[in-house]
């Protein structure tokens, strides 16, 4: 029954976002006022699908820690649930994402289009550079810019590998920083074919002030986020039917265990 549901939600999330990519397409067309709802409304159509088809729903806590105007999220990466499902709660969001997925055929063209940042990997120097400027532009205009610290997805559970980049970037733009935990990695596992039925909870955390020496803003965001991280995979052990990642968790943690 898992394989067969989750075979279905992968052949489905993708091919809809083919199909909402194409519909949308004449929006790239017009001014950025006119589309801004494009990137919310794409979101909240893989949500559905992902609540009918994978049975993933989501609980949203502390939407009031949200500050107003222009902000960092530092977001933890468990799963690609994230890059879609979080959309929704921001009211001009930008990703900070690797170049090259800007050469992706019409997703590029989105990106270009909602002013995405790029970043050349190859070229740390420059590519902090750039960055910082189109950021700080970003803040300027009031919009909230969602990162995740530590790069790449690591599974629920796993030692957690945070880069120090966000600290540069939360000196430089000298904003407020809000904190986000969640469990998705039970639910849409990182790196697997199959997907679990469940609820995914998110929790905005109280946003951290600009101002703050690197390394202390650096180890109070990493603490938040880790810290209530965990205890939501703890929460989601009282769930009706726990997720069988939780078994892979329990394993990951062992005393002596080196899985990653």
Known sequence: MTLLRSTLFQVLFYLL???VMILFSPML?????????VMPAWAKVLLLLMR?????????????????????AAMKHQSAWETVALIPLFSSPTFILKRELRWI????????????????????????????????????EKRQILIFPEGTRRPAGAEPKYKFGVAHLYR??????????????LYWPRASWNVYPGTVIVEILPPIPPGLATDIFHARMVTAIETTSDRLIEEARQAPNPSPVLKQVDARCAPGSSAQ
């Open 29 to 37: 067309l017009l001014p950025r006022s006119w589309s801004w709802w």
């Open 17 to 19: 976002n083919l199909v």
């Open 52 to 72: 009918v088809v994978a049975g993933i729903r989501m609980e949203v806590r502390g939407r009031e820690n949200l500050p107003d105007g222009g902000f960092m």
């Open 172 to 185: 430089d733009l000298n904003c407020p920083v809000a904190p986000i935990a969640h469990n998705a990695g």
């Open 105 to 140: 055929p019409i997703f590029g063209w989105y990106t270009a289009k909602f002013r995405q940042i790029p970043v050349n990997r190859g070229k740390r120097t420059k590519a902090l550079a750039a960055m910082v400027v189109a950021a700080k532009q970003a803040i300027s």
